[in-house]
Nanobody, 120 residues
Framework: QVQVVESGGGLVQAGGSLRLSCTAS????????MGWFRQAPGKEREGVLC????????YYADSVKGRFTISRDNAKNTLYLQMNSLKPEDTAMYYC?????????????WGRGTQVTVSS
């Protein structure tokens, strides 16, 4: 059974940083593309960043370029999202998701999310 679990969310002031983590079990992590998505209250879910099984990065949201970085540690079955220069508009529930090999806007496996709140 595949399990995807996010952690690291919290409350931070504008301009601050947070690092989200995501662990995945029940799958061969190194063969999966891993992505971060977010959903703000009253808005549709949007893709943020994705990293393929081979390490290629895809940005889904132009608004995070230069501020957010995605990385993975296959030895730890863990995905990271480093978020710097946070803005109030980054406030959302952040979800981690897994798809076999290549990045997808509709991955198969999802976590339950971790809340990020940025105060102004």
């Amino acid at each position: 059974q595949v399990q995807v679990v996010e952690s690291g969310g919290g409350l931070v002031q504008a301009g601050g940083s947070l690092r989200l983590s995501c662990t995945a079990s029940g799958l061969t992590f190194e063969r999966y593309a891993m992505g971060w998505f977010r959903q703000a209250p009253g808005k549709e879910r949007e893709g943020v960043l994705c990293i393929s099984w081979s390490g290629g990065t895809t940005y889904y949201a132009d608004s995070v370029k230069g501020r957010f970085t995605i990385s993975r540690d296959n030895a730890k079955n863990t995905l990271y999202l480093q978020m710097n220069s946070l803005k109030p508009e980054d406030t959302a529930m952040y979800y981690c998701a897994a798809e076999y090999r290549y990045c997808s806007v509709s991955p198969n496996y999802w976590g339950r999310g971790t809340q990020v709140t940025v105060s102004s």
